[in-house]
């Protein structure tokens, strides 16, 4: 008995997302700031290898108000049965063994880190055309090096192209990667999550997600990918017009 209404105790997500280990609290942390108020009061007890209580106050307003946590965990992919975990994960037995490479160096990720984790575009100054990579030259008006950065992770998008790749490895083929036009302009080729067979066709909308590509040199490295949202009726017609 912890003394606490039932109201005021977070539900356990254990049953919905698994076992996240010490990702847990800041889990269910997350889940309670999206009905906190400023001046409300929250209160974290962990007990596993070690224990923590702390008390955090929230002083302004949340910063995840309209956070999407119930709308994943619906939208989320459940395995057809544990071979197909286990495939995911790389653990199946017998699986040929490979001598990893090096893996991106540090001198690399921290160089791109702005494209590979901020998501950023360049906004050109001059014309306000926005292209991804960022480029040191504008091409639609050729300005140098005058540009903005622009965060595209937030914005919404559609498929512009679309390929299926049945022959990449993957534990659930096909691999599909594609052109998507970012809101605003930029458009980005990336691959796509969470794609469980669904029709594929230019106009559909979609969302951006930070996931896991590989892993070398014992080393994960990690970009973005588009990630299909419920179909409109107008998506389709809209890129289309959009294209003549």
Not at 41 to 63: C, I, K, M, N, Y
Not at 68 to 77: G, H, M
Not at 104 to 123: C, K, M, N, P, Y
């Amino acid at each position: 008995q912890s003394g606490f209404a039932a109201g005021q105790v977070v539900a356990p997500l254990c049953g919905r997302v698994g076992n996240c280990g010490n990702a847990l609290v800041p889990l269910l942390m997350c889940q309670a700031l999206t009905q906190m108020r400023a001046g409300e009061r929250l209160l974290t007890v962990f007990q596993g290898d070690g224990a923590h209580a702390l008390s955090w106050v929230l002083e302004g307003d949340s910063p995840l108000q309209g956070h999407r946590l119930e709308q994943q965990l619906a939208n989320r992919l459940v395995m057809r049965d544990y071979h197909h975990y286990l495939q995911c994960r790389g653990l199946q037995p017998n699986r040929p063994t490979t001598n990893p490479a090096d893996g991106i160096s540090g001198t690399v990720s921290w160089r791109e880190q702005d494209a590979d984790i901020g998501f950023l575009a360049a906004r050109c100054k001059h014309c306000g055309t926005e292209q991804f990579p960022p480029a040191r030259l504008c091409y639609r008006c050729f300005s140098r090096d005058d540009f903005t950065l622009q965060p595209l992770a937030s914005r919404g998008g559609q498929l512009v192209s679309y390929t299926e790749d049945h022959f990449f490895p993957s534990p659930t083929p096909p691999v599909v990667a594609g052109m998507c036009e970012v809101e605003g302009g930029a458009r980005v080729y990336l691959q796509m999550a969470d794609y469980a067979g669904e029709p594929l066709r230019t106009g559909l909308p979609v969302e951006f997600v930070f996931r896991r590509m590989h892993q070398t040199g014992g080393k994960p490295a990690y970009f973005w990918k588009s990630r299909l949202l419920a179909p409109t009726a107008s998506a389709s017609s809209g890129m289309e017009a959009s294209q003549q």
